[in-house]
């Protein structure tokens, strides 16, 4: 396959393209592109240097070498990065929509995004990572004085929602400027592919360095890796077992990076699609895994789910999270004065419950538990 063979597909992103577009006046940049420029805003946003301090599975309590959000997302970015240039797509999209990618996650990883969604439920209201990365985009972040938000481009934000998931255009009126009814470029289609074989690849690393996963049991369990263990072992002959285990995983990665970039060459060439609007306008998304890469991939996915997110431990750790996260809603939500006062400024316009779920999403995992302790809840 000849690589670079999706260019004409790729957004463009020049002072022509209108997602390349700002809802405010710029000035001009001469040494940057416009997604350059998106990367560097994101990169300096205050939300982005928190997820240094949030979980991705593992707290940092018992080792230094577990993956946070912040390193998770570098991982993403080095991917997708690498994806984009093979395909010949828009690297720069691609690098700024992998950075932003976990940007609206709450403290705790996944465990904090359940007991958050499940408090607003009780208010009839839902928390959704990606619209609240949208929110932090367009609001929290305060670095312009004309406006607030970080003021990014069309492009960008639209991946920002759309990345991971559809959103029906008759439920989200408030998101009509994103296209609801067309995918998304190639660009933020391949993020959540990138997502999945960085924390697919990281989460075993770190779930052996945990000691909660034996490396015989892994290799029993997911085929993908055993037969890379295998490939490496021949290589090198007398090896230690880390050694081994580190060059298999490598091997994994970059399998399923160029099952990846094949599978969307294939099916985009395939399908006829030769432009940005063919992409868009196509009734499913291209970017995918092969079938058998696929089979693997789920098969591997429901391992970590048995034997690593489940296990008593981190189960333990999730219920605890659960709980902090859930009576600092009520409490805050039952008296709201207790708030810092920008965050109650928002309350008559946002409505409390909202205004607690933006404020408790936005927190590290220290953070929030130091504001537990000194409640005493
Ligand atoms: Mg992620």
């Not at 805003?41 to 993956?67: E, N």
């Not at 805050?332 to 400024?345: E, G, I, Y």
Request: hydrophobic share 40%; net charge negative.
């Amino acid at each position: 396959m000849e690589l670079a063979c999706l260019k004409s597909c790729a957004v463009i992103g020049d002072e022509h393209d209108p997602l390349a577009r700002r809802d405010f006046p710029a000035p001009h940049r001469p040494y940057r592109t416009a997604f350059q420029r998106d990367r560097d805003r994101i990169v300096q946003a205050r939300a982005f240097r928190r997820l240094a301090g949030k979980t991705q599975v593992f707290t940092s309590r018992s080792s230094d070498h577990f993956r946070s959000r912040l390193t998770h997302t570098m991982e993403v970015a080095q991917i997708a990065r690498n994806i984009a240039t093979a395909l010949g797509l828009n690297e720069d999209l691609a690098e700024t929509l992998a950075l932003v990618h976990d940007i609206g996650h709450p403290p705790f990883g996944h465990a904090g995004e359940r007991a958050l969604d499940k408090c607003l439920q009780r208010h009839g209201l839902r928390f959704d990572h990606n619209l609240h990365a949208l929110r932090i985009v367009e609001h929290f972040e305060l670095r312009y004085a004309a406006h607030r938000g970080l003021n990014l481009t069309l492009g960008v934000r639209e991946g920002i929602i759309k990345h991971s998931r559809d959103y029906d255009a008759a439920k989200y009126p408030e998101l009509a400027a994103y296209f609801l009814h067309q995918r998304p470029p190639l660009e933020a289609q391949i993020i959540d592919l990138a997502d999945e074989i960085a924390y697919l690849t990281a989460d075993l690393d770190d779930g052996i360095e945990s000691g909660m996963l034996e490396l015989p049991h892994v290799l029993e369990h997911i085929a993908v890796l055993r037969r890379c263990y295998r490939v490496v072992e021949a290589e090198h002959e007398g090896v230690a077992e880390k050694f081994l285990f580190h060059e298999a995983l490598q091997l994994m990665m970059h399998a399923l990076v160029d099952d990846l970039i094949q599978q969307t060459a294939r099916l985009t060439q395939n399908a006829g699609i030769h432009t940005l609007a063919g992409v868009r306008q196509h009734p499913v998304r291209v970017a995918v895994f092969s079938a058998q890469t696929e089979a693997g991939r789920l098969q591997e996915k429901e391992y970590l789910y048995d034997f690593l997110y489940t296990n008593d431990e981190l189960t333990r750790e999730h219920d605890r999270a659960e709980e902090v996260v859930t009576r600092l809603f009520d409490y805050w939500v039952n008296d709201p004065s207790q708030l810092p006062s920008a965050h109650f400024a928002q309350v008559q316009t946002e409505g409390v419950a909202r205004v607690v779920a933006d404020y408790i999403a936005g927190m590290t995992d220290s953070f929030i538990l130091a504001q537990f302790e000194e409640r005493k809840l």
